[in-house]
């Protein structure tokens, strides 16, 4: 059975505070090392009020220093911000301190508005653009040291630190097919192009150093609670941040309603349910139907899981489900 991860947002929830997040993303961190996800993702955005995890190398510091075994990384780190040195450095950090146990996912987008990225990139075209470019030259940083190599990544050089290519188009598939990297689609929001990019990402696969043959993520949405009722109210959590981002209005992660139906327009409704498509929300019964039908038509190799729940308690028992599901696929997909 392949393996779960998880993607954290480090979610600032309303009447909270970003160091409350950070509180329960360590602690959703340790659950999940107990319960056999294999990665803890953090993500990089700027400018949101309701994500605390800008600073993505320290919150993985952070959350690398709190566990034991699981793998932390950035799902992604927005490449275009930072000067590849810069990731280099701060990744050949992480790695020193926790060796084995980093990895480097990476992304072209702002992660955040217009605004806020030309006030980070100043150049946003010529940044975008550089993006293959800004990779490999990360990637020679993080690679053995050539003779008379004039810059070094201190530390870092040496070091392989696992790069993943992250997208949500062909471009990002194309990539890292032609670099030989693993894919992780952010399926989790747009899953528009999940299938024709993960068909061209198999097709043009070119193996490399780092890997040997295609090896996709996909990211699903899990709500998973004891009722389809109870579900179906977290993931209103969720429903309403898409509507105020859409509305120009993005803040804090607000409380679940019962009817969503009095807080947005029938175009906004069906407008959440296309981004919100890659999920599996209800009791355990059914995340599992769910889950179950994605990795049969995608072929994943991994499921990067994630939820945005209000409250931290509910939250965990969401993981927790998800994980008791992979175990009962696992068991059904081993020959007796």
């Known amino acids: 059975m392949i393996p779960f991860s998880v993607l954290d947002l480090a979610p600032i929830k309303q009447g909270s505070d970003a160091s409350q997040a950070f509180r329960n993303s360590l602690d959703l961190a340790r659950h999940a090392e107990n319960w056999g996800f294999k990665r803890f993702w953090l ?25 034991r ?6 799902g992604g780190v927005m490449l275009p911000n930072h000067s590849p040195l810069v990731i280099a450095e701060q990744f050949g950090t992480l790695e020193s301190l926790y060796p084995g146990r980093i990895d480097l996912g990476l992304g072209r987008a702002p992660g955040t508005d217009q605004l806020t990225a030309r006030a980070m990139r100043r150049d946003l075209a010529t940044a975008a653009e550089n ?69 061209e990402y198999r097709a043009r696969f070119e193996p490399s150093a780092q890997l040997g043959k295609p090896y996709a993520m996909i ?58 498509a890659c999920s599996a929300v209800g009791s355990p019964a059914v995340v599992e139907e769910k889950l179950q039908a994605l990795i049969a038509d995608t072929a994943a190799d991994e499921l990067m899981t994630t939820a945005l729940i209000y409250d931290h308690a509910a939250r965990l028992r969401s993981f927790e489900i998800a994980a ?6 696992a068991e059904r997909s081993t020959p007796p």
């Open 131 to 199: 993006f293959p470019h800004d990779v490999l030259e990360l990637q020679a940083l993080l690679g053995d040291v050539e003779p008379n190599q004039a810059i070094r990544a201190v530390p870092g050089m040496g070091m392989k630190v696992p790069l993943w290519i992250l997208g949500s188009s062909m471009f990002g598939a194309q990539l890292a097919a032609m670099l030989g990297l693993p894919f992780a689609f952010a399926s989790h929001f747009a899953p528009q192009m999940m299938m024709p990019a993960l068909r």
């Open 43 to 67: 993500a990089e955005h700027h400018n949101m009020t309701g994500i605390a995890s800008a600073a993505t190398s320290v919150v993985i510091a952070h959350v690398a220093a709190g566990t």
């Open 324 to 329: 008791e599901v992979r175990d009962r696929l």
């Open 219 to 276: 990211g699903v949405n899990v709500f998973a609670a004891d009722s389809d009722r109870e579900a179906q109210r977290l993931f209103s959590s969720l429903q309403q941040q898409f509507i105020n981002l859409r509305r120009g209005t993005p803040g804090q992660l607000p409380p679940p309603v019962d009817d969503m139906d009095a807080l947005w327009s029938p175009a906004e409704k069906a407008g959440v349910a296309q981004s919100l």
């Open 69 to 74: 075994t699981i793998r932390v990384g950035s």
